[in-house]
Structure formats: C-alpha cells, structure tokens
C-alpha cells in the first residue's frame, strides 16, 4: 500500500478549504514503523503556515456561516455526515493509520469507528447548548440571563500514539460547540488527519476555513501557541511539552485557555479474591496496549500477597504468549512496533538503566524484538525499590513493572497518593468495601473497577496533577469549547429590546412569547430570543418591538425575527 493510493494531496497542507504547499524550507520523513522506511517526505510547518491557517480559521469564525449562520441542528448535521464519511472510508483510514504507527489493522479500523463514535456523540450535543434565564427582582424589570457562545479560534496539538483518535477528541466538540480549528499533528504521524481534511474536502461538509490541518514542526506548534488570534490550545502529548504550552500559552497576548492531556504512570490493583488468570489477562492487555504507547496505560502492578506468585506465572505465561505471537505484518501481528529509533531507544534505556542500578529485575522480555522496525518485546519488572524510576516514570513501551506484594489496600492507596500523575487507575476485586475506598480515594481522572482502558465518548477523561488540566469526551469536553457570558438588561420603557442580532441569537426560552402570543407555536422555533417584560405589558409590547425604525417595520421584523429563527 503506498501513501498516494489514499491520500490525493500527500505532500500538501489544508488551509481556507484548498489543498496549498507549505512555506518552509525543512523536510520531515515519514517512516512506517514495521521496517522503517520511509513512506513519504513532506515539508515541516513553519510559522507562515500557521499564521496563514489563523488568518483562515479567525476570517472563518467571525465572518463565515460556520458561526454566525449556522445554527445548532445544522452543526449537528454536519457533524453527522463526518462521522458517516469515517465510517464509509473506516478502511482506508485503518490502513493509513497503521502505515504510520505500524499498529495492528484491527486495532486502526477499531480506532476509525471509535472516531465516528465520538463525532456522532458531539453532533448530539451541538444543538443542546444554551444558557439560563434568571429573575433576580420580583417586578422582572431586570432580565438577567446566561448565553454560552463559541471561544473562536482552536489550536488543536496532537501525539504520535493515537494520531485520528486524539485529532477526533478534540476536532468533535470545537466544531459542535461553533468554533474553527487547526490542527497539527504531530510530525511523525499527519498522513490520517490529513486523510480527514480530504474526506471532509471531498464531501464538502464544512466551510472553508472551519477546519485546517499543519503537519508538524516545533515551529508551526509555537506559532499556534503565540498567536493572538488563537482562543485556546487543546494539547496531547508528554509532560514536559504541556507545560512548556502552557507556560507560553499564558505569556501570549491574549492569555489563552488550554485543555492539557498529559502523561500517566496508572496503576493496577490486584486483590485477593480475583480471578487470577482473568486478571493477569487484563493486567496484560492494560499495559501493553498500543504497545505501552497510552497515556492511561495500566504500566504499574501492586498484587495481593495471596495470589501474588499464581498472578505472577500468569502474567509471565500471557507475555511470552504474546511475544511469541508477534510479527511484522500488521494484519496478524498481536502487538506493534515503537514509533521510531528514538522511541526504542529510549524504552531500552528505562529498562537498562533499572538493571544496571539494581533497581528492577527483568523477569521476560527486556530487549529488541527482530531486526527490522522499532520492535520491542512485551517486558515484566519486578521491582521492590519504590523510588525506582521504572515505579514512577511514564516509560511510554511495552514495559510493566509489577511493586511488592501488599497486604493492605490502604498503602497502596497510600503509596499513590504520593504519584505525579493521576490520569487513571483500576482495581481487580468484587470486594465492594474496597471498590468503595478506591474510588474515593485516589486522585486519578478514571477508576476502572474489574477492567481498565475503558473509553467511550460518554465518559470524560483527563488528568489529575501532571497528567493535565480539562477534559476530553463526555458532555465536560464541548463545554471545554464554550464561553458564558452574563446579560443584565433592565427595561426602561414599553418597548421590548430584542437582545440579539438574528447571527447572534441563542435559545433562551419561548415560554413568556408563547403565552403571550398564541398563534406562535414555540414547537416551531428551535431557538427563539427572550423579550422579557412585565407580563401585563408584553402583547403590546412586542407588538412595538423596536428593531430597525417605525413602529409598522420594527412589528413586522420582531416577528417575522422570531418566525426567521426556525
Ligand atoms: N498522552 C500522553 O500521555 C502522551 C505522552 N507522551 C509522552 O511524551 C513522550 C514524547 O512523545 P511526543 O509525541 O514526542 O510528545 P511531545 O509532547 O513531544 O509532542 C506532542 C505534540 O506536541 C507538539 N509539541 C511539543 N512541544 C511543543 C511546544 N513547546 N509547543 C508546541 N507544540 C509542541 C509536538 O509536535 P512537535 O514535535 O512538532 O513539536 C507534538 O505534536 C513520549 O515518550 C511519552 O512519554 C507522548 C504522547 C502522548
Ligand atoms: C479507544 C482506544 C483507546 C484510546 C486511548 C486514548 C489514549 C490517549 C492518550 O494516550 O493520550
């Protein structure tokens, strides 16, 4: 399968709605992780290219339909047709995916459907965001009310790990909540948010400018971070890369908001009255999934003494299993290579390091799988120094280190609340005391009671301490998107202030103009302005509804507004 049997514009960027070139001068090679080759040579994105796709996606919002004609259900629909163009395309998107990262075909084609998912959740709530009315008075001649509107422009800042499923989490919800994005991803793995931009290109599902794509570069993600017009940055990616966003993202002149999905050193509990080779099974499966290239990744193990040595030969058989399962072709491999030479060296030198200073033993695995691409084999430590770095780093590898035998689940609980991270966490009991405790006590974003890496667009995901700030998936995440804004208007005559421009308008509630106006059936208006007066007045004032000159024109614009808000 070569790039330009799928992708049209390979080489190019996507910006305003057309395919351009990039303005840099410096290459980035594209490698396909099961032989290292390379598949494609595209240009870097520098900072005119960014700045270019700003300008797009800022002209976009503020003066295109996206935001200012559109309304919720026509967002909702859009989103809609995204998701079924995924679906439609699932494989080629699963065989571009998994040129890239070299995963497991079943794996992308999971992950491709996984992505229809999400936008198929967020087109749900596209047409269900509004604000609150309040009446702070009891003569109502204040109309306090809430309207949440779009932020504007969204940098979006992806990892290698999960390229189409990060790029979705965070595309979904800006566009369902009105605002224009860019994303870029990262420089190892743009080929299937590209393939994206083409699908929705293609199909002609958005406005131009609403949606941009800069394959990587430091210097295209920076200019994302610097530039004024950007409202917020959504980033995916390690620790130390987060906070260097953040930090910029504070000093740029307009103080950006941010969404940081960081990395995770998430710990699995084993109690004494688990299934042991079920466990084991998911113990397995935790860590090593996408080859240990998840940020939630279940890399730490604390086993009860009770079953600690049947779990260990469990676990030990499940990974040689696994090891023994693996090859270099995707559509029948059991578990996938690293991304690159970077990446493998620098696993091999976590788990180096920890023999060298007798901070872990090797108990299987530990070293280089083949001698083509970047595979390494499926890795158990044991290790009973728990200031080890194999015990509180994100090693980001198929590396599991399993801590000593406990007794009591309260260390345990103990032990973790002293972590860096807090992104997730599981515990293997039926113990419901226990299940209870955990859940309440530990300080991680996700809990998974007798499972782990459970992820669906209804749940909200994201960090406690380093492992970042905001939240991905569920309702939480395209609130993310939004801003509230606070309106007070105290009425001084009879004549009711329309309080939006029809492009502005928001849905507040019809219930005052229903009782008032009968023959509008509020059935019909999916979003309809508030013209909040004292009861008493409201026909006749509506009826003079101020808007636009005479009174004969401002009646007929008041309502045909309200009949125009359909
Ligand atoms: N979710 C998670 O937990 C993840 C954790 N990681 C961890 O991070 C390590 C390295 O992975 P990697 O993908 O290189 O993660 P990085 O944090 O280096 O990069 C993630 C994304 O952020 C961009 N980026 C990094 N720094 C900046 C910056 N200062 N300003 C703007 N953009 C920036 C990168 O692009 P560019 O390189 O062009 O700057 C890339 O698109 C892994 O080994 C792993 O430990 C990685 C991926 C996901
Ligand atoms: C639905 C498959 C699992 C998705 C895992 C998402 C991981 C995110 C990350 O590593 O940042």
């Not at 459970?454 to 970042?468: A, D, E, I, T």
């Not at 309809?528 to 509804?545: F, G, Q, R, Y």
Request: charged letters at 20%.
């Amino acid at each position: 399968m070569t790039v330009n049997s799928i992708l049209s514009n390979p080489s190019q960027f996507y910006i305003n709605g057309q395919w351009t070139d990039g303005q840099g001068s410096e290459t980035c090679n594209i490698t396909d992780p099961t032989s290292g080759q390379v598949v494609l040579t595209l240009k870097n994105g520098v900072t005119k290219d960014s700045n270019a796709a700003v300008e797009a996606a800022y002209n976009a919002f503020n003066t295109g339909p996206w935001y200012n004609e559109y309304t919720g259900v026509q967002r909702r629909d859009a989103l809609l047709k995204i998701a079924q163009v995924i679906d439609d395309n699932k494989h080629q998107i699963a065989k571009i995916e998994s040129l890239q990262t070299g995963k497991p075909i079943g794996n992308s084609t999971f992950e491709a459907m996984h992505g229809a998912e999400v936008f198929r959740f967020f087109a749900g709530l596209a047409d269900k965001q509004g604000g609150k009315h309040f009446s702070p008075n009891h003569d109502q001649s204040v109309s306090a009310y809430t309207i949440v509107e779009a932020m504007g422009v969204i940098g979006l800042i992806t990892a290698f790990n999960f390229p189409f499923i990060l790029a979705i989490w965070k595309i979904a919800p800006a566009l369902a909540a009105g605002n224009t994005v860019i994303l870029k991803p990262s420089p190892q793995t743009p080929l299937s948010s590209l393939l994206l931009a083409q699908l929705i290109h293609d199909n002609q599902l958005l406005p131009p400018g609403v949606f941009n794509v800069i394959p990587g570069g430091i210097e295209a993600g920076a200019a994302l971070v610097n530039h004024p017009h950007v409202d917020k940055i959504s980033f995916t990616g390690s620790v130390g890369g987060g906070k260097a966003v953040y930090k910029a993202s504070a000093e740029s002149a307009n103080l950006k908001h941010i969404c940081l999905e960081l990395g995770g050193k998430s710990p699995n509990v084993i109690m004494d009255d688990a299934d042991v080779e079920k466990a084991a099974q998911h113990a397995a499966a935790a860590a090593f999934i996408n080859t240990g290239q998840t940020c939630c990744a279940g890399t730490k193990i604390h086993v009860h003494k009770k079953i600690y040595d049947q779990f260990m030969s469990a676990l030990i058989a499940i990974t040689k299993d696994l090891t023994d399962r693996m090859t270099t072709d995707t559509s029948t491999s059991s578990i996938g290579p690293l991304i690159d030479q970077n990446q493998l060296n620098r696993v091999d030198g976590f788990v180096q390091r920890a023999i060298k200073n007798n901070e872990a033993e090797v108990l299987i695995g530990g070293e280089r799988w083949g001698q083509q691409g970047y595979y390494y084999k499926p890795t158990v430590l044991k290790s009973s120094n728990l200031q080890a770095e194999v015990v509180c780093e994100e090693i980001f590898g198929p590396v599991v280190t399993v801590l000593p035998p406990f007794e009591d689940l309260d260390q345990v609980i103990e032990f973790e609340s002293k972590s860096n991270f807090g992104l997730a966490c599981g515990i293997y009991t039926n113990n419901a005391k226990a299940i209870n405790t955990f859940v309440k006590k530990m300080r991680a974003g996700s809990v998974w009671v007798n499972c782990f890496n459970v992820l669906n667009p209804y749940m909200p995901f994201g960090g406690y301490k380093n492992s970042g700030i905001g939240r991905e998936l569920g309702e939480e995440a395209i609130k993310e998107f939004l801003l509230t804004k606070s309106v007070s208007s105290v009425i001084t005559s009879a004549a009711a202030e329309i309080p939006f421009s029809p492009a502005k308008r928001t849905l507040l509630e019809y219930s005052t103009v229903a009782k008032t106006e009968p023959s509008l059936n509020p059935q019909k208006f999916t979003e309809v302005a508030i013209i909040h007066l004292p009861n008493d007045s409201m026909p006749n004032a509506l009826k003079k509804a101020s808007y636009g000159g005479s009174d004969k024109k401002s009646d007929a614009a008041g309502l045909s507004f309200l009949e125009t808000s359909v």
